[in-house]
């Protein structure tokens, strides 16, 4: 025969530990961060994406009640650092603070990777700076079809300097080729830095440079802006969008491929395991570009501040990654 009170007694005893265990569950997952945060920077101190990171650092932390801690860890083109990251753990405590495009696409197809962009959960690309083709002002060339008929005319003489695996040499390639040039029709010297090949330029010891147009406008009084690699043109440019200079010189358009992108990722298995920490981060970070004091902030540092959300970022640097293969292949 059952005993009804041991039945009752273990029923409620059931739901004591039921009742205990359900706040303290509830409380793990609200308490994230438990821990100090690291934001790991793939590139070097005191570029772009350093100072952006750790001008996010500061702000975050303040909402988010746990400290957080810039790194660098360079080398690799950002692949050192990328993989520094990959190796840490997915458990909220590490999140790749850099230039999330085009290095981290680059890193993948460049090197022997170990992770894919299928391990990284984007969550805003915050700073998106797009590449400026720009000649030396001394040089004659008022347009950029003016430059290539010039290339044309004399095969391999024209100097232009861009960063290897930047965008910047990409954009390069794609407009040789709406011109029906190619690669070996004018000199490409290439730089380790967007800082010397702009001292190249502005110097005249190159004619022309394909890099980012924020970091560009240092020696804007020593260049002639002829176009820009984007969907829209720029008040700081007096220059069209390189598809409108295609256009009105009879050329066909070309992608429009993304320059750097300076921002934030989370491992892909922390936005899984915890969605609900992982969109803490997003609102966090939302909410920081939202804050006007903040953004007058950034902007005093030349720092920028657009929101594109973790869906926006992740459509960009997966569209943009099947141009980039495309180009790395046929090198």
Do not use: C
Request: charged share 20%.
């Amino acid at each position: 025969m059952i005993d009804k009170k041991n039945v009752i007694a273990t029923a409620m005893l059931g739901f004591s530990l039921a009742a205990a265990i359900t706040p303290l569950t509830a409380a793990a997952q609200e308490s994230w961060p438990t821990q100090k945060i690291t934001f790991v920077v793939a590139l070097g101190p005191g570029g772009s994406a350093d100072r952006t990171a750790r001008a996010l650092a500061q702000r975050l932390q303040e909402d988010l009640g746990a400290p957080i801690s810039v790194i660098n860890q360079n080398g690799g083109g950002g692949h050192v650092g990328h993989t520094y990251f990959h190796n840490m753990p997915a458990d909220g405590s590490y999140f790749l603070a850099s230039s999330i495009h085009p290095y981290v696409s680059n890193a993948i197809l460049g090197f022997d990777a170990t992770y894919d962009l299928s391990d990284f959960a984007f969550i805003n690309g915050q700073w998106n700076d797009y590449d400026l083709f720009a000649v030396n002002a001394d040089t004659p060339y008022e347009t950029l079809a003016d430059f290539m008929a010039a290339a044309k005319e004399n095969p391999g003489t024209l100097r232009v300097s861009v960063v290897p695996g930047s965008t910047g040499a990409i954009n390069l390639e794609l407009a040789l080729e709406a011109f029906g040039l190619d690669k070996t029709d004018v000199n490409i010297v290439t730089y380790q830095s967007g800082g010397a090949a702009r001292t190249a330029v502005a110097g005249g010891q190159v004619d022309m440079t394909v890099l980012a147009a924020d970091g560009t406008l240092s020696i804007q009084e020593y260049i002639r802006p002829l176009a820009l690699a984007a969907d829209t043109a720029s008040d700081d440019w007096d220059a069209p969008t390189l598809n409108a200079a295609l256009e009105e010189s009879g050329h066909e358009p070309v992608p429009v491929l993304a320059g750097s992108m300076r921002g934030l990722a989370a491992h892909a298995a922390f936005k899984e395991s915890n969605p609900e920490a992982f969109q803490q981060m997003v609102d966090a970070y939302h909410n920081a570009l939202q804050d006007e004091a903040f953004v007058s902030r950034l902007e005093a540092q030349d720092i920028g501040a657009e929101w594109l959300g973790p869906e926006r970022t992740t459509e960009v640097i997966e569209s943009n990654f099947e141009i980039l293969k495309q180009y790395t292949s046929e090198e």
